[in-house]
């Protein structure tokens, strides 16, 4: 039962351009939504989160908006780098503190 | 802070042998997770301890899995008898606490394969 949905497995930009990365959720518990960055034979590595009380947040070329009505959120990046090459993945975080459901990933591709 | 060190990388097996990942944590985390990636399925939660004890293993798939935690900064998660149906990415994580204030630690991953 995914409960965090990821429907673009692979998105294609030019370098400088924006990346738009998009997450649909089920769980309407859910506290904070988090994005995690992987790159090839790594581990995720956190990248940034929201509040569930909140819409958006931002961090350097990295922002976050969150719609609860639709239960879908979106990662922004601007501008995007040949660096941000990596799969990304979106997570919720439930009431219990400690399960984070994942999606099952988009693969970002930054041409020069 | 050499961060949180799985072995081996990779593991190719025959099916019926048992597998044995490891995991350290990074040094003074109280929370452990582990983590198997597929392309179907994403990354799915197998099992969660603090301080040591099991608290959520709702995730383990069925008992040919088990993990344990026998002191405060390893981990193992053993297969046994391992399957073609296991083959994935497993990950390690650590974190101090839970919650959105401590973002998870990730290993490098054991590519298991299953043959």
């Known amino acids: 039962d995914q409960q965090v949905k990821q429907n673009s497995p692979s998105l294609s930009v030019q370098e400088g351009r924006i990346s738009i990365l998009n997450c649909d959720y089920t769980n309407s518990m859910f506290d904070y939504f988090l994005w995690y960055k992987k790159y090839p034979a790594e581990g995720p590595t956190f990248l940034i989160s929201?509040?569930?009380?909140?819409d958006k947040n931002e961090d350097g070329r990295f922002t976050v908006f969150l719609n609860k009505s639709a239960k879908h959120l979106s990662l922004h990046i601007v501008p995007s780098q040949p660096g941000d090459s990596a799969v990304y993945f979106c997570?919720?975080?439930?009431?219990?503190?400690?399960?984070?459901?994942f999606g099952a990933g988009t693969t970002v591709t930054v041409r020069a | 802070d050499a961060g949180v060190i799985q072995s081996p990388r990779h593991e190719v097996t025959e099916m019926g042998q048992e597998v044995t990942l490891r995991c350290k944590l990074i040094?003074?985390?109280?929370?452990l997770f582990w983590y198997r990636q597929t392309m179907m399925r994403g990354l799915e939660l197998l099992i969660y301890?603090?301080?040591?004890?099991?608290?959520?293993d709702s995730g383990m798939p069925e008992d040919r899995f088990s993990a344990k935690m026998p002191n405060a900064s390893f981990s193992t998660l053993k297969i046994q008898p391992s399957e073609p149906r296991d083959s994935a990415v497993y990950f390690c994580?650590?974190?101090?606490?839970?919650?959105?204030?401590?973002?998870?630690?990730f290993g490098n991953g054991t590519r298991l394969t299953v043959t």
């Open positions: 994580a650590s974190s101090l606490g839970t919650g959105v204030q401590s973002p998870l630690h």
């Open positions: 997570a919720g975080l439930g009431s219990n503190d400690y399960k984070l459901s």
């Open positions: 301890f603090n301080n040591n004890v099991p608290i959520d």
């Open positions: 929201i509040s569930s009380i909140k």
């Open positions: 040094s003074g985390h109280n929370s």
